[in-house]
Structures are given as structure tokens and as C-alpha cells.
């Protein structure tokens, strides 16, 4: 009996320990109903029918679940019994996390019955186990089994939503990709047990939107539901069209049905270069001005539907046709990828005014294979050139000109001495002319002489003369050269030379002397003037036969006799010529005196003519001659012993240029000096009374200063002198006459009284009066005739006395 009973209650403790195990997948409410349950973990356990005992053993327990989140506490969820003693006499404790270790305070056990007591919510999330140790005591303490281990496991609940790991996601897709084509992967995470339905999760997508909204409203986008991998799903993506697209995603666990949270995928469109630039329009047209370089005439637009700013929009310009010259390029203006265009070389108007520009357009980056296939766009350029009014340019500048002098008035000088490249017509002006030598006609520009060109212009400089001319166009805003002409006058041969002889002496023996030197000059210059030609004219064969004329230099030649001829006077023609072109050449008559030599070439007419047995004087004019000669000659002697006297020597001027020349002691006569002060014609004290004192100047006058006359005793007017010396020699006498009466009558001329002072002779003077040619009275009787036989130097002498 006692067998049966034992046999009985293992049976039932099994069936409820297998109940118990078998509820772990029940609902809460069965696992409430079933949690009065007893567990025996100490009892003995036998096995099999041999009656074999085993050593006493714990039992393995099946862990004991509980769900989370029951909020029907306290909860009994086991009751653990040791049958080795009687109810009531053993006393049960619990150990271990969850009950006095972290975490604390989940679980507790009356210790009477037994029963372990859940105290607080579990969550499965936070602690889903948990190991506790029971023992079983005495009521004395002594342990009455050996401790036992609960294993308690925390049954999840679906109380976790799934999240996604970002709360947006972006990604990017090109343009025009095929369907299929991956695009991003999106993630969401699931806190409940992975291993259970609960963290099952779902990925969908539940909208889409365009990026601007409403450009593409069918589905263009699939996610994988398991991997969350979003991919594209159908064609026509186009960058142009959508910018990109907000998608709307959904995840959930319990495999789609549980718990759902959501996001976002931002997917944007990767540009791609389908799209060729195109131009605006097919014509432009502009106008530059020619003759400058300009940056930028004008602008031609494209549009190009890729995406702005990058290599598939940026586009670059090509210029196929219609610019040989390489006059113009194109450039990009990054910014609005419109092509500026320039000049790049010089344009002229007068060669070309028109341009006609092809110009082809293309991306910088190769289009793509998916774009429409189209040849690439081009346009034409018209490009105007505008005439510029250029200025008016001299041929020559400075104009040069060469005029011969003498040109009369009205000589053409130049003429078409501009020219304007714009083909306008011109005005001309003078700005410069001095001496007003151009007449300029103002519109052919021809230049004229004015007057005649001659050298004795003030305004020559070396014989060049200079005047400024302008010329101006005739357009609307002129422009004005101007140039500087310069007109060297040339030199002319218009005089011929004229000779003058140096000497007109010459010998007569052809061995003697050093011939006429004859020499000449001409007003022109060089090249006009010398060197000059001297030949004896040879229309006179006689001539030729008896002279020679031989080349000395340049401009002197000598005449000499080839044989000795007559003494007496020549005259001989001359032709004396220029180096000019053309040669000027004049005939002139030299007079030559030939005349007797001495040994050393040098003339001796009066001896020659004393011993000329030729000349047949009678010996009373000889006499005469001889006494002449002897009265100079004493005359001479008491004018040396009158200077020993005196302290200053008289000066060879008194008595002429020679002390050999006796001839011009009676020229020099005539000359009047200058009065006291000028000592040095005539010393006037030589001449003074010396009986009546003057005192000399008590202080000498500072040099180059007048001294002050204070003798002048009155301050009359002068009487009218007799100036001019008569043409006729026989007036003479009354020339002197004159002179000396108005010399007597002059108050303020010094000496004052000059008859006073000449009358004085000096003291036991030799010589007799000295007075004036007129005073004399014997001479009158003589006969002079004689005189006129005495040569051409006579002749004056000669008419002189012809009239007493
Ligand atoms: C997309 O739908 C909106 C609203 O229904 C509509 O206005 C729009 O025209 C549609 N777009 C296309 C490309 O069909
Ligand atoms: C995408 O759509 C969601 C929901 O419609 C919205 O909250 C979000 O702001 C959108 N994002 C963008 C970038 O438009
Ligand atoms: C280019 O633009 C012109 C108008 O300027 C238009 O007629 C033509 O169809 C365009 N071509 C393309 C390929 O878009
Ligand atoms: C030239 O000389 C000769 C003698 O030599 C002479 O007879 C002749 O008269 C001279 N002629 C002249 C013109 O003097
Ligand atoms: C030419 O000769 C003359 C006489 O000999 C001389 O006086 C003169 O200076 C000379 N002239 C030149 C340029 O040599
Ligand atoms: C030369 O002599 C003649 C007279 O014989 C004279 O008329 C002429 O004036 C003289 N010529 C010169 C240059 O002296
Ligand atoms: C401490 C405690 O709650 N003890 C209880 C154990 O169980 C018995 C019987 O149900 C109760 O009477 C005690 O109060």
C-alpha cells in the first residue's frame, strides 16, 4: 500500500511537471491558471524496474518561464517542497540575482509554504534569466537538503517596435538606369528576441514622392522586404525631368504584422551628359569697329538641359567657317556658359567689312550613349566691321624739297603729298611759313612758290628753309597730320667772277720779277665759284705770242711776258672763268704797266726814266728836279733835327708810309690830325711859341677819358667848312681858301688862332716858310710843262701847275 501511494504521487508530480514544461507557449492567462505548482526538487529518483538505488541526486530542473511584463504581482510562480520532513518543519530560502543580489527584488519565497513569488515586472529586454539557489532548512537551521538551482527564463513579448538605424536615408542613382539596378540599402533594428517572431522584420515602401512632386507618379522604386536592399524597378528616370525622389519606408516585425515604424530614403538622380548644348537661336549678329582689339563685340547663348556647373552643361565653341584670318575668337563665360566674342587681330574695314561665322557648340565632357543622338548644334555669326575715320598721313614727313634759288613766283614745288587710307578728301593748310614763300592750293595740296626763292631770306638756316603744312580729312569727326617742309635753296651760278689784280707792275725783262698776280672772286658759292680759269683771250694772236697766263692755285693766276716788250701800260683781255654748271665766263681787261727792273725784280721808273736815253729832258728841268730833290732832302734833314729835339720821336705817318717814297710827303699835307690832344698824328708843341709857358696838365687824365677842355673860350656856333674836295683841281686854291677862312672864323675849334701859332718859324730856323701852297708867288712864272712828260704818276702834279 505504502508502495502504491509513492508509486501514485511520482505520477502526479510527473504529470505536473510536464505540464508545466509543456505551458511555456501557452497564453498568460493558462500560464496564471497552472503557476500552482509544486515542485519536489529533493525527492529521490529511481530508475528503471531492477530495483537499483541511485546515489542521491538533485534533480535537473526544467527551467521555469515566465512571461514579461505580467503586472499581476505578487505572483506565486513555483513552490519548491522537501518530503523528508513533515509540513511545517522546514524552513525554504532563496539566493542569488533577482532576489538579494542585482538584480534585486524580483523574487522572494515564503518560507512556510514554499511558494517562490514574483514581486516586480519583468522585462525580457533588460534580464531574461534568471539562476537562483533554494535551500531547504530545519526549523533549527540545519540544511536539510543540499541546495537546488531555479532556473527561471523571461518569455518575450512583442513589446519592442523595429526602428530604423537613420531617420533618413540618402542615396543615388544615374540617370536613365536600368531597371534592377541597385540604388542603397536601408536598415531598421528590432530589440525582441531575434529568435522569435517578435524581431522578424519586414521592409516596404508605402510612398513615393517626386523631387519636385508630381513629375513622375509611377513607381520607380522596390525594396528587398529581408534585406532592406532598395533597388529601381522601372525605366524612365530622367535627371531633366526629377530631381530625385522621397521615399517613404515602412518596417515591421512578426514578419509584416507586428509592430511598424517608419522612414525615409532620399534618392537623388546622378546627371549624366544626355543632353547636347544647343544654340539659342541660329543667327547672331553684331558689329565691331575696326583697327582695335576688343575683348568682347558680343554674345551668342546655348542652353544645355544637364545639370548647370558641371562638365556636362560647360560647353566650349568652336568657329568652323568664314574666319581664315584667325580675327576673332570665342571664349565660355563660366557663369552663364554663353560664348563672349572677341577681335583678336586687327580688322580693316577697307579689305573686309563682313563676316560670316560658323560656329559649332559642344560639352566639354563626351555625351553620353543614352542621349539622343544628335549632331552637334551650330549657329552662324555676322559680324560687321565698321569704318573708322583714320587720319589723313603725309607721304613724306618731313617733306624735303630742293629749289633752285631765283625760282620765280608760282614754280611747282610738289604736290600729291598726302593721301588718307579712308579715301576722303583732304584740306590742306599752312601753318608755318615766315616769309610766306608757299601758296598751298587747300584741296589738291599742290605747293607753289609765292615769290621767288632767293637766299636773302632772314629765315634761312644754311640755306634751308622750314614751313609747317597740315592736312585734314573730311569726316564727320576729321583728323588732322601735319608735316614740316624743308626747302634747301640750291645755289645757283648767276655771277661770274670778277678779277682784280694785286699789282699792276711787272717787269719787262721776262726774267725778272714774279709776273702780275691776278687774282678774282665771285659772289656765288661753291660749287659756282672757284676754282677759277684765267686764259689770255686769243682773238689776239699777239698777245698770246708775248704773255702767259699760268695757274697758281685756286683762285690766283700769274701773267708773265714770254719775251720783253715795250715799256708802258697793256691792256690785255682776260677771260676769267667759274667751276660752275654752266660755267659763267666774262672777258676783262687788265691794265699792265711794264715797267724797267732792277737785278731783284723790283720797278725803278724814275731811275729809269733819268736814264732812259729815250727821254730827252733839257738840263734846266733836270736841274730843277735835282733841286727839288735836294730841297726834300733837307727838308727832311731839319725834320729829323727838329724831332732829336723834342722828347718824342715823330712818328713815320707824318711823312708818309715809306721814308723812301718822297712822292707822298706832299700828299700828307692834306691831313688835318686831330688837334692838340691827338699827339699822336702831330706834337703840337713842337709847333707852340716857346717863349709863351703853358703849363702841362698838373695831373694826368685816367686812361681812355677826354680831358676836360677848359680853354674853349667862347661857345659860338661853327662856320660852315668846306667838306666836300673839289672835283677840279683847279679849284683848289679856292678850297684851302675856304677852309682857312673858316678855320680863322671858328671860336671853338683849337688851336684858336692856328695863323698865330703857324707863323711862329722858331728861332734861327734854317728853313724857310712853311706856309700853304697858295702863300707862294715866284713859282707862278715857271714853266711845268715838263712835268707831263714825267709819266702817268705826274699827270695830277702836272694839271696842277698848268693853270699859273
Ligand atoms: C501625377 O499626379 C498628379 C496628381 O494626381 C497629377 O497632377 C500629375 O499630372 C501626375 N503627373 C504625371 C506625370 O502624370
Ligand atoms: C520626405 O517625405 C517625408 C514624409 O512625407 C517628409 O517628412 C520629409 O520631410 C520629406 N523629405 C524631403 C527632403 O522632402
Ligand atoms: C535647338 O534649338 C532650336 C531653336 O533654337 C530648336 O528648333 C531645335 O529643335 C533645338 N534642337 C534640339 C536638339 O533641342
Ligand atoms: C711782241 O714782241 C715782239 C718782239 O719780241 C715785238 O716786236 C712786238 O711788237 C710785240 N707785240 C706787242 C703787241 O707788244
Ligand atoms: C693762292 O696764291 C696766292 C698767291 O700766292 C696766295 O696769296 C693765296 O693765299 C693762295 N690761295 C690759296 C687758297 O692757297
Ligand atoms: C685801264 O686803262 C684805261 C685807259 O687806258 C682806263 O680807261 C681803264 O679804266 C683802266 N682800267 C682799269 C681797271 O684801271
Ligand atoms: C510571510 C508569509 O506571507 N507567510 C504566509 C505563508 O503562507 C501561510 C499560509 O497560506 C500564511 O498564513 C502566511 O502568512
Known amino acids: 500500500m505504502k508502495m502504491y501511494s509513492k508509486e501514485f504521487a511520482m505520477f502526479l508530480l510527473l504529470v505536473a511537471v510536464f505540464y508545466q514544461v509543456g505551458s511555456t507557449s501557452v497564453t498568460e492567462q493558462q500560464a496564471e491558471e497552472d503557476s500552482a505548482e509544486v515542485l519536489f526538487p529533493w525527492r529521490q529518483k529511481t530508475v528503471g524496474s531492477s530495483g537499483l538505488q541511485r546515489a542521491k541526486r538533485a534533480w535537473v530542473i526544467p527551467p521555469i ?134 524581431a522578424a522584420l519586414a521592409y516596404s515602401i508605402i510612398g513615393q ?89 558680343g554674345r551668342i547663348t546655348v542652353t544645355d538641359e544637364d545639370e548647370p556647373q558641371t562638365e556636362n552643361w560647360w560647353v566650349k565653341y568652336t568657329i568652323t567657317a568664314g574666319d581664315p584670318e584667325g580675327n576673332f575668337d570665342i571664349r565660355r563665360d563660366d557663369a552663364t556658359n554663353e560664348g563672349i566674342v572677341s577681335v583678336v587681330k586687327l580688322l580693316d574695314y577697307e579689305s573686309l567689312n563682313y563676316y560670316e561665322l560658323v560656329v559649332m557648340v559642344e560639352n566639354e565632357s563626351p555625351l553620353s550613349l543614352m542621349g539622343p543622338k544628335t549632331p552637334p548644334s551650330s549657329a552662324t555669326v555676322t559680324i560687321n566691321v565698321l569704318n573708322q575715320n583714320e587720319p589723313p598721313g603725309f607721304r613724306q614727313s618731313p617733306l624735303r624739297l630742293s629749289v633752285p634759288e631765283g625760282s620765280p613766283a608760282g ?96 717787269c719787262n725783262d721776262p726774267e725778272k720779277g714774279s709776273g702780275l698776280v691776278l687774282s678774282a672772286t665771285d659772289k656765288d658759292q661753291p660749287p659756282h665759284s672757284a676754282p677759277f680759269l684765267f686764259s689770255l683771250d686769243d682773238s689776239e694772236p699777239e698777245n698770246i705770242r708775248n704773255w702767259t697766263l699760268h695757274r697758281i692755285n685756286d683762285t690766283h693766276a700769274a701773267l708773265r711776258l714770254l719775251s720783253a716788250v715795250v715799256e708802258g701800260e697793256y691792256v690785255l683781255p682776260v677771260v676769267l672763268s667759274d667751276s660752275g654748271t654752266p660755267a659763267l665766263a666774262e672777258i676783262h681787261m687788265v691794265n699792265v704797266t711794264v715797267c724797267h727792273c732792277n737785278n731783284e725784280g723790283d720797278c725803278q721808273p724814275i731811275l729809269a726814266a733819268i736814264f732812259s736815253a729815250g727821254m730827252g729832258l733839257s738840263l734846266g728841268a733836270l736841274l730843277i728836279i735835282l733841286g727839288s730833290i735836294v730841297l726834300l732832302l733837307l727838308l727832311l734833314l731839319i725834320m729829323a733835327a727838329v724831332e ?161
Open 65 to 198: 518561464n515566465i512571461p514579461e511584463n505580467t503586472k499581476q504581482i505578487p505572483k506565486n510562480v513555483v513552490q519548491i517542497k522537501s518530503d523528508t520532513l513533515e509540513p511545517g518543519k522546514v524552513l525554504y530560502k532563496i539566493q542569488g540575482p533577482g532576489v538579494d543580489e542585482d538584480p534585486k527584488g524580483f523574487f522572494e519565497i515564503n518560507e512556510t509554504t514554499g511558494w517562490v513569488i514574483l514581486m516586480n515586472v519583468l522585462d525580457r529586454e533588460t534580464h531574461s534569466k534568471f539562476k537562483i539557489k533554494a535551500y531547504a532548512l530545519d526549523l533549527s537551521g540545519k540544511p536539510m537538503e543540499d541546495p537546488t538551482e531555479l532556473e527561471i527564463h523571461v518569455v518575450d513579448q512583442n513589446d519592442n517596435r523595429p526602428a530604423f538605424v537613420q531617420e533618413e536615408f540618402t542615396g543615388r542613382v544615374h540617370e536613365n538606369s536600368k531597371p534592377g539596378t541597385s540604388v542603397m540599402q536601408v536598415e531598421a533594428t528590432d530589440a525582441d528576441d531575434i529568435e522569435t517572431d517578435n
Open 209 to 297: 514622392e517626386s523631387i519636385p512632386p508630381f513629375r513622375i507618379n509611377k513607381t520607380m522604386f522596390g525594396i528587398d522586404e529581408l534585406t532592406g536592399i532598395i533597388s529601381t524597378r522601372d525605366v524612365g528616370l530622367d535627371r531633366e525631368e526629377v530631381e530625385g525622389f522621397n521615399i517613404t519606408l515602412q518596417v515591421a516585425d512578426m514578419s509584416g504584422s507586428g509592430l511598424t515604424s517608419y522612414s525615409s530614403a532620399l534618392i537623388y538622380i546622378n546627371d549624366v551628359n544626355d543632353n547636347a548644348p544647343n544654340f539659342t537661336s541660329e543667327m547672331f549678329q553684331m558689329s565691331v569697329m575696326e583697327n582695335k582689339v576688343q575683348a568682347d563685340i
Open 411 to 506: 614754280t611747282l614745288l610738289a604736290s600729291n603729298i598726302a593721301l588718307d587710307p579712308d579715301r576722303q578728301a583732304l584740306r590742306y593748310d599752312v601753318e608755318y611759313d615766315p616769309d610766306q614763300w608757299l601758296f598751298l592750293d587747300d584741296e589738291s595740296g599742290e605747293i607753289t612758290a609765292n615769290k621767288e626763292i632767293t637766299k636773302n631770306s632772314r629765315f634761312l638756316t644754311k640755306d634751308v628753309y622750314m614751313a609747317v603744312i597740315t592736312v585734314e580729312d573730311t569726316g564727320d569727326y576729321p583728323s588732322t597730320a601735319t608735316a614740316t617742309v624743308y626747302i634747301t635753296v640750291l645755289e645757283v651760278n648767276d655771277f661770274a667772277p670778277e678779277p682784280f689784280s694785286l699789282s699792276k707792275f711787272m
Open 644 to 804: 732829336q729835339c723834342r722828347r718824342r720821336p715823330i712818328r713815320k705817318g707824318m711823312l708818309g708810309i715809306s721814308d723812301d717814297d718822297i712822292r707822298d710827303n706832299i700828299l700828307n699835307y692834306d691831313e688835318q690830325g686831330g688837334g692838340e690832344e691827338d699827339e699822336n698824328a702831330y706834337n703840337m708843341d713842337q709847333l707852340r711859341n716857346p717863349n709863351e709857358i703853358i703849363p702841362p696838365p698838373t695831373t694826368a687824365m685816367p686812361r681812355g677819358k677826354q680831358p676836360v677842355r677848359k680853354d674853349t673860350p667862347y661857345n659860338y656856333p661853327s662856320p660852315s667848312y668846306p667838306r666836300k674836295t673839289p672835283a677840279d683841281p683847279i679849284d683848289i686854291e679856292d678850297f684851302i681858301n675856304d677852309g682857312l677862312d673858316a678855320a680863322d672864323k671858328d671860336p671853338n675849334v683849337p688851336p684858336y688862332d692856328t695863323a698865330l701859332i703857324y707863323d711862329f718859324e722858331g728861332d734861327g730856323s734854317l728853313a724857310g716858310s712853311l706856309s700853304s701852297i697858295a702863300s707862294g708867288s715866284s713859282d707862278g712864272d715857271q714853266d711845268y710843262d715838263y712835268l707831263n712828260s714825267w709819266g702817268p704818276r705826274f699827270n695830277k702834279l702836272a694839271n696842277l701847275y698848268d693853270k699859273h
